[in-house]
């Protein structure tokens, strides 16, 4: 059975084009071709990238953060209600009306102080600024040091400034040691995300980046086995080059520089929507669509190929939605938060007394009647 699903896999109709078989894709004469069996480097890299990631967080980041007088604003745990907590835990963390109503007869409170417990449960769940500091970190000296490394593999290659050399001997195209490393890297840099993803900060396109991801793998990894291994480094370098820009306003918004972030944030609006939603379309899926029929009739490759390109654009479509939202609020000065980010929720509502730090280290009492709670950045 497994054999037969493994023939089937693997069948020369699905993968290359044409009378060819893998039989022709033998390394010989100095040519080394990409193998499926490649990939699984990716995992002990990818488990590497962790460690390395824990090591930077606290041994780089951290002081860092402190450096810029990134801290954590202190929060203070919810009064301990066992019926509270086991309807947080089990059902839901936003109650509807009615089981507020509910949970009130249960616990012989008022609605106003479930409603307030549930709100303050949900903070005390939410990531810090610290936290997300060190991850943004991570990403933006791995997103810089990956499009160098990438700049440095592709600016002698001709493809790089003639797309249709992207084509000529396909798929007789022998794999280069730079081509080998940037795609090791980056896919077990992209695995590594899947791996923590669920202890990573959760944003409201959580689960866009989730299909991003496994997008991304799966794009990655066919275009290795199926030798498009120079449209691959394209795509990457492409999203790189905006992704730097990105986690580097978030940094500068974390430590408060608001004028650069916001004047790093356009710079970035107008690189996402250059690089993803114009070359990546018109130039690089051009390029996978249109010119490949010229050297081969098209097969299942080529179109499944395309079809997770257009997966991709889809999902920078939906994101330069939020962008665009972004830059809207931002030109007429009511942007205060990331369109994605989870924030906090007011918890001086109705009159409820809290208790916050100022910059100086005191702990100070305010009431909410008169304290407007400011939306957070993130």
Same mark, same amino acid.
């Given at each position: 059975?497994?054999?037969?699903?493994?023939? @089937?896999?693997? @069948?020369?109709?699905?993968?290359?084009?044409?009378?060819?078989?893998?039989?022709?894709? +033998?390394?010989?004469?100095?040519?080394?071709?990409?193998?499926?069996?490649?990939?699984?480097?990716?995992?002990?890299?990818?488990?590497?990238?962790?460690?390395?990631?824990?090591?930077?967080?606290?041994?780089?980041?951290?002081?860092?953060?402190?450096?810029?007088?990134?801290?954590?604003?202190?929060?203070?745990?919810?009064?301990?209600?066992?019926?509270?907590?086991?309807?947080?835990?089990?059902?839901?963390?936003?109650?509807?009306?009615?089981?507020?109503?509910?949970?009130? +007869?249960?616990?012989?409170?008022?609605?106003?102080?479930?409603? !307030?417990?549930?709100?303050?449960?949900?903070?005390?769940?939410?990531?810090?600024?610290?936290? +997300?500091?060190?991850?943004?970190?991570?990403?933006?000296?791995?997103?810089?040091?990956?499009?160098?490394?990438?700049? %440095?593999?592709?600016?002698?290659?001709?493809?790089?400034?003639?797309?249709?050399?992207?084509?000529?001997? $396909?798929?007789?195209?022998?794999?280069?040691?730079?081509?080998?490393?940037?795609?090791?890297?980056?896919?077990?840099?992209?695995?590594?995300?899947?791996?923590?993803?669920?202890?990573?900060?959760?944003? +409201?396109?959580?689960?866009?980046?989730?299909?991003?991801?496994?997008?991304?793998?799966?794009?990655?990894?066919?275009?290795?086995?199926?030798? $498009?291994? !120079?449209?691959?480094?394209?795509?990457?370098?492409?999203?790189?080059?905006?992704?730097?820009?990105?986690?580097?306003?978030? %940094?500068?918004?974390?430590?408060?520089?608001?004028?650069?972030?916001?004047? %790093?944030?356009?710079?970035?609006?107008?690189?996402?929507?250059?690089?993803?939603?114009?070359?990546?379309?018109?130039?690089?899926?051009?390029?996978?669509?249109?010119?490949?029929?010229?050297?081969?009739?098209?097969?299942?490759?080529?179109?499944?190929?395309?079809?997770?390109?257009?997966?991709?654009?889809?999902?920078?479509?939906?994101?330069?939605?939020?962008?665009?939202?972004?830059?809207?609020?931002?030109?007429?000065?009511?942007?205060?938060?990331?369109?994605?980010?989870?924030?906090?929720?007011?918890?001086?509502?109705?009159?409820?007394?809290?208790?916050?730090?100022?910059?100086?280290?005191?702990?100070?009492?305010?009431?909410?009647?008169?304290?407007?709670?400011?939306?957070?950045?993130?």
């Amino acid at each position: 059975m497994i054999g037969m699903i493994s023939e @089937w896999l693997w @069948w020369d109709r699905l993968w290359l084009p044409g009378n060819l078989t893998w039989v022709d894709l +033998k390394d010989e004469d100095g040519l080394v071709y990409a193998r499926a069996s490649h990939l699984y480097a990716t995992v002990p890299f990818a488990l590497g990238f962790l460690v390395l990631r824990y090591l930077f967080e606290r041994l780089i980041a951290t002081p860092l953060a402190a450096l810029l007088g990134i801290t954590e604003k202190p929060r203070y745990k919810v009064e301990h209600n066992a019926v509270l907590e086991h309807y947080f835990s089990t059902k839901s963390k936003h109650p509807r009306q009615a089981d507020i109503d509910g949970l009130c +007869k249960k616990c012989s409170w008022s609605s106003r102080k479930v409603e !307030r417990w549930f709100r303050k449960r949900r903070n005390q769940e939410r990531p810090g600024v610290l936290k +997300k500091f060190r991850e943004v970190s991570w990403r933006l000296v791995f997103y810089l040091a990956a499009f160098v490394g990438g700049i %440095i593999a592709l600016y002698d290659k001709p493809w790089f400034y003639n797309l249709r050399e992207m084509w000529n001997g $396909y798929p007789r195209q022998s794999m280069l040691e730079s081509q080998y490393w940037y795609y090791i890297v980056e896919m077990s840099f992209y695995l590594s995300l899947v791996l923590r993803i669920t202890f990573d900060v959760k944003r +409201k396109d959580f689960k866009e980046q989730i299909i991003h991801h496994w997008a991304t793998l799966t794009l990655l990894a066919f275009s290795w086995c199926g030798n $498009y291994i !120079r449209v691959g480094t394209l795509v990457m370098l492409i999203h790189d080059s905006s992704d730097i820009l990105l986690e580097s306003a978030k %940094i500068f918004n974390y430590a408060k520089w608001g004028r650069t972030c916001n004047g %790093i944030f356009v710079v970035f609006a107008a690189v996402f929507i250059v690089t993803r939603l114009i070359i990546f379309p018109f130039w690089i899926i051009h390029c996978t669509w249109v010119y490949p029929p010229d050297h081969y009739p098209p097969f299942f490759g080529y179109y499944f190929f395309n079809f997770m390109l257009v997966i991709l654009l889809m999902l920078h479509t939906f994101w330069a939605y939020l962008i665009l939202r972004m830059v809207k609020m931002f030109l007429f000065g009511s942007l205060t938060k990331d369109e994605r980010s989870d924030n906090e929720e007011d918890e001086e509502e109705d009159g409820e007394t809290s208790v916050t730090e100022d910059n100086d280290g005191h702990v100070k009492v305010t009431n909410g009647c008169g304290a407007g709670g400011g939306a957070n950045h993130h």
